[in-house]
Structure formats: C-alpha cells, structure tokens
C-alpha cells in the first residue's frame, strides 16, 4: 500500500492484490481464496463480509480453479476484502484507490482488460469487513503478468541465462528472463500447481490407506514436509508429493530448463514443495519464499507507470 498524488493532484492509494487460487495476497497480508454466500446473518463473523445486503465469509475454503476469474463475482468480494485488510493495516476506512493485479503471464494480453473492467465495476463502494465500514473509490487498476512482478525487485540478479517458475495452487507460469530481461517469446502457463499436488497426495492416500485425509493436514506436509500423523500416512503423502514434483521438474525439462546452461528461481507457494521434495542442484536453483513477493512487484510497477504520467509519492 503506498500514497501517491496522481497527475490530477488526488490523493491517491495503489494496493497491490495478488489472485491466487489457493490465497489471496497483498504487501502485507495473506488469506485463503475462499467465499461462502448468505442470505441471512451467519452465527460464525469471524471474516464476515457484508456488501449490497448479502453476507460473505471469507477464507473458509480455497476457491475452484477456473481459467476465467471474471466468471463470477468471488474474486470481486475477495477484492474488497483485501483491499479493506491493506487499509486497516494503516488505520484508515475510506481511500481513493488504484489497484495493481496480475494474470498468468500467457493469459495478459487476452484477459487484462476484460479483468481490469471486472475490478473497476463500481466506481464507489460502500461494504462491511469484520465489523468496520469501508468507503472506497476505485479509481484505476493495472495488470502486469505474474512471475515477473515477483522478482521485479532482484531483476539485477538475473545475469546469463535464467528460468523463472511461478508455481501458485492452480498454475505454474514459466519465463526466461536472460540478461535481466524477460524474453516474451519464452513464456508458458501450465496447469500444474499445488492444489494438483493435494488431489494426487489424495488419491494416493485412498488408494494405499483406503482413508480420506483433510486437506489442511496435506497442505501442512507440502508446506512442512512433515504433519504430526501417523508414520506409514506421512510415508504415502511424502512419496506422493516426490512423485508430483519429479513431475514439475519434467514440465520444466519440456521448456527446455537444463540446470548445467540456466538457473532456475521459484517464487509462489509452490516452492516449499520444491524444496521439501525436489531431486535439484542446490547451488543452482533460488527459491524466493516471500509470498506476498507478486503483489509487492505489482505494487512497485504501478507506482513506476502514475509517476512516468505525472505522479509522484507522498
């Protein structure tokens, strides 16, 4: 969340807001990308949203993954929970707000205005969040591409030949940056993320142990590597999830990554998963843990293109 004064003298607020399928990230804040519609007052407010009379809990589940995030209006109410998180954080319940967002990076050029319009639908909104009022103009959004936001602020690092992956709940999003510079011709989106990686631990534990685990415990062995169970479960769920990454590795060898000619970064939740079960050179890949890194680089390149039209930080 950084201050700004744009070209027209407003005050103004740029809130970087990461999408993900599985949470939703600002600079400061996480949550998991979910939302439950009531009709009528929940007894549970914990994350309650209240926007046009409608109740929405926020962040009881991680969201289905769709291609189109315009499709229906979840990640507009999960907008404006993050939005009204990032303003809290400072004190503040009204604000003139640009927003920077992102898309996988082969999905840009064809969705961003399509998105874009989805988060500008209402000039002004007026919403509950955990009991306090936001009043919100929104008056302007960006779209950059993910991955490439994430690491906007090491790009300097970047020297030779390199391979980023982004690798989120639904997808993993590829780019060559060779020389500091991102190579546009070299960039691909696959449907390989972490989200996958549960399903797969999943069948897995069904198959083998005939036994249906919570979500929550696999997620804590991707994230952890371990989970305070049962020895022969966590033996499975560890297999399973090697089993996956030996898998991502093999997408990455499709595009071409070789880690004797390039060095591969790893930004997104994905990469505990690399980390706890990946077979890789160690002194040849980087991991960038910072998940709310996107929305940062979101936040940075924003604020980069309102000054290059006449903005400037307050």
């Given at each position: ?220 062995v991707i994230r952890k590597g371990t989970a305070d169970i ?5 033996d499975v769920m560890k297999a399973a999830a090697r089993d ?71």
């Amino acid at each position: 969340m950084r201050m700004m004064k744009n070209k027209e003298n407003q005050i103004i607020t740029v809130i970087g807001v990461d999408h993900g399928y599985g949470n939703m990230k600002t600079a400061c804040k996480c949550f998991r990308t979910g939302v439950t519609r009531y009709e009528k007052e929940p007894t549970f407010q914990n994350n309650l949203l209240v926007y046009q009379g409608v109740y929405y809990q926020i962040g009881e589940e991680h969201k289905e993954f769709r291609a189109e995030k315009t499709e229906d209006e979840d990640y507009y109410i999960l907008t404006l929970a993050a939005v009204s998180s990032e303003l809290e954080s400072k004190g503040v319940d009204q604000a003139k707000v640009h927003l920077a967002a992102g898309l996988p990076l082969t999905w840009v050029s064809s969705q961003k205005e399509t998105f874009r319009d989805y988060l500008l639908q209402n000039a002004v909104v007026d919403f509950v969040f955990r009991g306090k009022a936001y009043h919100v103009e929104f008056i302007g959004a960006d779209i950059f591409p993910q991955g490439f936001a994430a690491v906007g602020y090491h790009l300097q690092d970047f020297k030779e030949i390199n391979m980023l992956a982004d690798i989120g709940n639904g997808t993993m999003n590829i780019m060559y940056i060779n020389n500091s510079r991102p190579v546009e011709k070299k960039c691909f989106t696959e449907k390989y993320g972490t989200h996958q990686c549960v399903l797969a631990v999943r069948e897995q534990l069904l198959r083998r142990m005939g036994a249906v685990v919570d979500d929550l415990v696999i997620e804590q062995v991707i994230r952890k590597g371990t989970a305070d169970i049962g020895e022969k479960y966590l033996d499975v769920m560890k297999a399973a999830a090697r089993d996956y990454t030996a898998e991502i590795f093999r997408k990455l060898r499709e595009h071409e990554y070789n880690p004797e000619l390039m060095r591969l970064y790893v930004v997104g939740g994905g990469g505990c998963m690399i980390e706890n079960f990946g077979d890789y050179v160690r002194n040849r890949v980087t991991i960038i843990h910072d998940i709310c890194a996107a929305a940062k680089g979101y936040e940075m390149l924003a604020v980069r293109k309102i000054q290059k039209n006449g903005g400037r930080m307050i």
